[in-house]
């Protein structure tokens, strides 16, 4: 399952594929259109959110 609150390195540092359809659309690269669907996640990995208070993980 992925998170909904995810913040990763892509989404962030300008490779979201989202915001780059336009360009991705030029290249027949196929273009994402929902963030569940993106191949940049990677969990808690590298999401930004991990560890502070607006982090959706459920401690056990």
Known sequence: M????????????G???IANSEEYEEYCIPVVTRCEDC???KGCDDCALLGTEYCDKQEN
């Open 15 to 17: 490779t979201c594929p």
């Open 39 to 41: 191949s940049c996640y």
């Open 2 to 13: 992925r998170c909904k609150a995810y913040v990763g390195l892509a989404c962030v540092d």
